[in-house]
T-cell receptor, first 113, second 118 residues
Framework: GNSVTQMEGPVTLSEEAFLTINCTYT??????LFWYVQYPGEGLQLLLK?????DKGSNKGFEATYRKETTSFHLEKGSVQVSDSAVYFC????????????FGSGTRLLVRP | DVKVTQSSRYLVKRTGEKVFLECVQD?????MFWYRQDPGLGLRLIYF???????EKGDIPEGYSVSREKKERFSLILESASTNQTSMYLC?????????????????FGAGTRLSVL
């Protein structure tokens, strides 16, 4: 079945450091891929998405490229801020049901000043 | 902005109680979802609904039921709460089948209800 695997956290970085959060997926067909972010005390919100191979999603300085050959969708940011501290979830759309998203386990990011 | 509102941020209930979690969305979305969020397990889908009075089981429906009598409201019901249902519960909504897939795929989440069953 379809699944998403994320690197375990927490990831602790100093402000202005480079961020990578790894995400790999298993899926039939060509699902859309997503990164959602959950700030403390809030629900999830869409950070970025990519709908086909080699697409790059970007938002708020974050980027992720849909890599079909490595079945990956790693999240990157060149210079993190304290305000980026949150839990990040990688997800894919279930091709058998366009209603459903399949989420990874989440990666907590802590950015220290 | 889409707003998904969950009626309670925190709930404490006793084992065996019947528990209602309420969710309301204000964007006329056709689809609504209930997830539970547990550390190390991410989000797991409990139930979803694609129309009023329509529902489908998700990945972990056991011990839960749902109700959708109005388009904007989706309720999660724990018929007899148990300690293993202590969790964070998240409601979400999205556009339905008449929209392009890239629109339908985006889900909007409420802030969550943290339920403790003692």
């Amino acid at each position: 079945g379809n699944s998403v695997t994320q690197m375990e956290g927490p990831v602790t970085l100093s402000e202005e450091a480079f961020l990578t959060i790894n995400c790999t997926y298993t899926a039939t067909g060509y699902p859309s891929l997503f990164w959602y972010v959950q700030y403390p005390g809030e629900g999830l919100q869409l950070l970025l998405k990519a709908t086909k191979a080699d697409d790059k999603g970007s938002n708020k300085g974050f980027e992720a490229t849909y890599r079909k050959e490595t079945t990956s969708f790693h999240l990157e940011k060149g210079s993190v801020q304290v305000s980026d501290s949150a839990v990040y979830f990688c997800a894919l759309s279930d091709m058998d049901s366009s209603y459903k998203l399949i989420f990874g386990s989440g990666t907590r990011l802590l950015v220290r000043p | 902005d889409v707003k998904v509102t969950q009626s309670s941020r925190y709930l404490v209930k006793r084992t065996g109680e019947k528990v209602f979690l309420e969710c309301v969305q204000d964007m006329d979305h056709e689809n609504m979802f209930w997830y539970r969020q547990d550390p190390g397990l991410g989000l797991r889908l409990i139930y979803f609904s694609y129309d009023v009075k329509m529902k489908e089981k998700g990945d972990i429906p056991e011990g839960y039921s749902v109700s959708r009598e109005k388009k904007e409201r989706f309720s999660l019901i724990l018929e007899s709460a148990s300690t293993n249902q202590t969790s964070m519960y998240l409601c979400a909504s999205s556009r339905g089948g008449t929209y392009r897939l890239e629109i339908r795929e985006i889900q909007y989440f409420g802030a969550g209800t943290r339920l403790s069953v003692l």
